[in-house]
T-cell receptor, first 114, second 113 residues
C-alpha cells in the first residue's frame, strides 16, 4: 500500500523567503509523484509531477520539486514566496499503471506574511 | 474546451437521506475519479469509472455508488447519509486510467445535519 507523509500541517514564511514543503512517500514500486495546490473553496490544481526522467521537476508559478529515491522524498520548493502562494498544498502518489488513482497526504497550509 | 464541472456547488441533507452528485468530465476524457475531502484532510479516493465500468474502489462502504454515462459524465450516489459524510466531494477526469494528467472540478460541498 502506498502512503504519503507531509511534515508540517502549517508553514509560515515571509514574502520573498524560500518556500520548502516536505513530502515523503512509501511505495513498494517506483511511483508517480505529484504536488497539487488548493485555494479556498476551490478544487485542486496540478503544480508539477514526476513520472520518469529528470528527477528535478519544474512546475507552474515558479515551484519545483526533486525526486530523491534514496530518501523517498519529493519536497516542494520555491526560491521566493509571493502573497498569492498562500494556499493548501497536497503531495500525492500513484502507481505507474494507474496514475489517475491518487493517494494524498494530509496537506500543508502555507501562510505568507509581509 | 470546457474543464471539469460539478453540480450542485453546495448541498445540505439530513442523516439517513440519499444524495446524488454530478460531474461532467473534460472533453475527450473517458476516465472519472471521485474523491472525498473531509475538513482539514487530504482527498481520499472513493472509486473510478472507465468507459462506464467501475475501475477500482477505495475503502468506502457499498452505500457509496456511482455511474458513468456514454458521454463519460458521472454520478456519485450516497445512501443512508451519515454525519461523517459531510465533506467536499471532488471529481477528476483523465484521458485514460493510466493518464497522469488529471483535472479536478471545483467540488460539491455536502453538509449532513
Amino acid at each position: 500500500a502506498q502512503s504519503v507523509t507531509q511534515l508540517g500541517s502549517h508553514v509560515s514564511v515571509s514574502e520573498g523567503a524560500l518556500v520548502l514543503l516536505r513530502c515523503n512517500y512509501s511505495s513498494s514500486v517506483p511511483p508517480y509523484l505529484f504536488w497539487y495546490v488548493q485555494y479556498p473553496n476551490q478544487g485542486l490544481q496540478l503544480l508539477l509531477k514526476y513520472t520518469t526522467g529528470a528527477t528535478l521537476v519544474k512546475g507552474i508559478n515558479g515551484f519545483e520539486a526533486e525526486f530523491k529515491k534514496s530518501e523517498t522524498s519529493f519536497h516542494l520548493t520555491k526560491p521566493s514566496a509571493h502573497m498569492s502562494d498562500a494556499a493548501e498544498y497536497f503531495c500525492a502518489v500513484s502507481d505507474r499503471g494507474t496514475a489517475s488513482k491518487l493517494t494524498f497526504g494530509t496537506g500543508t497550509r502555507l501562510q505568507v506574511t509581509l | 474546451e470546457t474543464g471539469v464541472t460539478q453540480s450542485p456547488t453546495h448541498l445540505i441533507k439530513t442523516r439517513g437521506q440519499q444524495v446524488t452528485l454530478r460531474c461532467s468530465s473534460q472533453s475527450g476524457h473517458n476516465t472519472v475519479s471521485w474523491y472525498q475531502q473531509a475538513l482539514g484532510q487530504g482527498p481520499q479516493f472513493i472509486f473510478q469509472y472507465y468507459r462506464e465500468e467501475e475501475n477500482g474502489r477505495g475503502n468506502f462502504p457499498p452505500r457509496f455508488s456511482g455511474l458513468q454515462f456514454p458521454n463519460y459524465s458521472s454520478e456519485l450516489n450516497v445512501n443512508a447519509l451519515e454525519l461523517d459524510d459531510s465533506a467536499l466531494y471532488l471529481c477528476a477526469s483523465s484521458l485514460e486510467p493510466s493518464g497522469s494528467e488529471q483535472f479536478f472540478g471545483p467540488g460539491t460541498r455536502l453538509t449532513v445535519l
